[in-house]
């Protein structure tokens, strides 16, 4: 036996998964450790749907817990249900934990129209979490805003990433919802210096032809979940591209040399390069998290992808890789993986 082969031993007591991770719909999932246990939260089939069932007129965005990474379980709902004027629609929650407080970004609103930011807090990960009052932005200014995304600068400075509309054409960008980037002055209120991260630009990431917005109609592409981790010095916004419904959903990057860009995607012309579907297999992958497995040093990419009868988005997870060429993932798979750490 060469030296670099694992021991029968060690083979043994390597850890496996399969995606999909957890069995129920989970969508955009956002995975955090705190004190050694991981946690996840994500839209679910009443959230996506705008659908009030008995659990949801009380609590929003179901949570799921894991003290191995690998095995999850449903631990309840996260967000005491805001005032119901405020829509039926929750996406896309993220969490933040800063000076003893766990802060919940998610937006709500009626279907396609009328998407706010807003944040909840709580003392305790599983919550319950207790909406602010109040929009991060201004509806007049910005009446459709989703995916909130907190990031925490080395220098302990807070940021939200985010994705909006945009209607102009300026400097070749193509028509549709994009990412933005604006400091947090407070954890639950921004400074108001917003800037544009990056806009679609390629054909892989249309959402619909013709599509009728704002009283136009147009050819609309979707930038959206944006996600970043810092790496070797740069920052890299992940983010997913498409029509979250197909099989052309998948996720890209942008990297910047400082968190408020500029940014560049360049190089993606051809589809996205970390995540893309594979055909009778996995469906749409899209809407990543990015955390470290209990090792502490594999990085995992977490994202959702659909199966192959299209039925729900459902929670999965791969390696993420760092090459010269930027990131890359193994994935998405569906067969039976080796994580690489024992237990």
């Not at 450790?33 to 994500?42: C, E, L």
């Not at 279907?111 to 909840?120: G, T």
């Not at 305790?124 to 459709?144: A, K, N, T």
Request: proline share 7%; net charge negative.
């Amino acid at each position: 036996m060469s030296q670099t082969e694992p021991t029968p031993e060690a083979v043994t007591q390597l850890r496996t998964y399969t995606n999909p991770v957890y069995p129920g719909y989970f969508a955009d999932p956002f995975v955090w450790q705190y004190q050694g246990v991981y946690y996840a939260i994500g839209t679910g089939a009443a959230e996506a749907a705008g659908e009030v069932d008995e659990i949801a007129k009380r609590r929003v965005f179901p949570l799921l817990i894991s003290h191995d990474f690998l095995t999850w379980e449903s631990a309840g709902n996260a967000l005491l249900r805001p005032d119901p004027a405020l829509g039926d629609n929750f996406w896309a929650p993220e969490v933040a934990y800063y000076n003893g407080r766990f802060y919940l970004y998610y937006s709500v609103g009626h279907e396609d129209k009328n998407h706010q930011l807003r944040v909840a807090t709580s003392d305790r990960p599983l919550g319950p979490y207790q909406d602010i009052g109040e929009s991060l932005i201004d509806l007049e200014e910005c009446p459709f805003a989703i995916d909130p995304h907190p990031f925490c600068d080395d220098d302990g400075q807070w940021y939200l990433f985010y994705a909006r509309d945009f209607l102009d054409t300026e400097g070749g960008a193509r028509v549709g919802t994009a990412l933005m980037v604006d400091r947090l002055q407070e954890m639950t209120k921004l400074a108001g210096v917003g800037k544009v991260v990056l806009r679609a630009r390629s054909d892989w990431q249309r959402f619909l032809v013709d599509r009728p917005m704002y009283g136009g109609i147009y050819d609309w592409h979707t930038l959206e979940g944006p996600c970043v981790r810092k790496y070797a010095g740069r920052y890299y916004c992940f983010y997913s591209g498409g029509r979250w419904e197909t099989e052309n959903y998948g996720v890209d990057y942008g990297v910047a040399d400082s968190v408020m860009g500029s940014y560049s995607d360049m190089g993606n012309e051809a589809g996205p390069r970390v995540l893309r579907s594979v055909r009778d297999r996995v469906l749409g992958p899209g809407h990543n998290s990015i955390v470290f497995a209990p090792d502490g040093q594999t990085e995992y990419i977490v994202y959702h992808a659909w199966d192959t009868s299209r039925s729900a988005r459902r929670m999965c997870l791969d390696k993420l890789i760092w090459t010269p060429d930027g990131p890359r993932c193994d994935g998405p798979t569906w067969m039976p993986q080796a994580c690489g750490w024992s237990e």
